[in-house]
């Protein structure tokens, strides 16, 4: 009996020209890294049913947010929940330009690059960019990535009588640190927020000792 050995299925270029950015270490230099804070709106929270309307990015290099390189797009709303409507704004035939969901992850993942993703609640986020790579046949995005709702509990004091929170929201993480919420619940207004709590984060952690990137990340 034959044994056929199975073909790796094709992945198109867009593709494997993000992943060969993996083929390189990343500097240890945290002052080198680079990063993509991001945020999407979405009509619901189901990973499954529910689909991304709009993904907003600012890249951060060298703690300063890069206002040139945004990315801000909106998608064609293959779904449409009215009940969410009041917290993104987003209408199912609003005058905003809209592309296919195939097209936004193309033109995403060129953006992203190999960048460190940083997002508040990321696993949502994740899930929800995961799930669409997949829809379309695709991995799972590669890229390391930082939650500023748990990073930011390694800037507070502990003690017997004040414990932190399970779960900081992003409105707390602004008004903790006086960040202005005027662009709050669109996708490239609250990746802006992100950033700036992400930098006023990662000013507290290096007065610690010791201060790395790898002990970001664990």
Known sequence: MRLFKKTPKHLPDFWLKYENLF?????????????????????????????????GAVK???????????FDIYLEQEKFN?????????????QR??????????????YVGNAIIVAHHAGFDMGMLNTALERHGLPKLKNKVLDTGIIYKKTLLKSYLVQPKAQYSLDELAE????????????????????????????????????TFKSLIR
Do not use: M, W
Request: hydrophobic share 40%.
């Open 23 to 55: 083929k390189e270490p990343q500097s240890k230099n945290f002052n080198e890294l680079v990063f993509v804070v991001l945020d999407t709106e979405t009509t619901g929270f189901s990973f499954e049913e529910d689909r991304i309307l709009s993904i």
């Open 60 to 70: 951060v290099k060298g703690e300063t947010i890069s206002v040139q390189e945004v």
């Open 176 to 211: 903790k640190f006086s960040i202005s919420k005027k662009d709050r619940h669109t996708a490239l207004g609250d990746a802006y927020i992100t950033a700036v709590a992400f930098l006023k984060i990662i000013s507290r952690l290096k007065e610690k000792k010791n201060f």
């Open 97 to 110: 330009e809209c592309i296919q969901e195939i097209l936004a992850l193309e033109k995403f993942l060129a």
């Open 82 to 94: 009215k009940e969410t409507v009041p917290v993104h704004g987003l209408l199912k035939n609003g």
